[in-house]
């Protein structure tokens, strides 16, 4: 079993940046595909980017390429969103998860994903 707890979120401008990290504890959590995820106001939650097993392949939807970078330190058992060029529309609470996958898989769906953390507010304003 795996807990994840998110951080950095805020409230910043348009154009800005911020860090988000999500702490891990449990077991072999170099096995887990890490994923960020995120939830607007009345809006299903959404696939944001997802990181292999050792860092190696990354995904990311069309909407945050190009402006977003998921990496992973399996030492310090930590995963960051690095979020820059923020836009109003990026504004929702971020979800970290861990996927418990045999394939290594970056593409699996929201529910493949085994284990989530409560979730960061990222406010863009205008």
């Known amino acids: 079993q795996v807990q994840l707890s998110e951080s950095g979120g805020g409230l910043v401008q348009a154009g800005g940046s911020l860090r988000l990290s999500c702490k891990a504890s449990?077991?072999?959590?170099?096995?887990?595909?890490m994923g960020w995820f995120r939830q607007a106001p009345g809006k299903e939650r959404e696939f944001v980017a997802a990181?292999?097993?050792?860092?190696?392949?990354?995904h990311y939807a069309d909407s945050v390429k190009g402006r977003f970078t998921i990496s992973r330190d399996n030492a310090k058992v930590m995963v960051y969103l690095q979020m820059n060029s923020l836009k109003p529309e990026d504004t929702a609470v971020y979800y970290c998860?861990?996927?418990?996958?045999?394939?290594?898989?970056?593409?699996?769906?929201?529910?493949?994903?085994?284990?989530w953390g409560q979730g960061t507010q990222v406010t863009v304003s205008s």
């Open positions: 998860a861990a996927d418990w996958s045999i394939s290594n898989s970056v593409v699996a769906p929201l529910r493949e994903y085994d284990y």
């Open positions: 449990g077991r072999a959590f170099y096995r887990y595909v």
């Open positions: 990181i292999s097993w050792n860092g190696d392949t990354t």
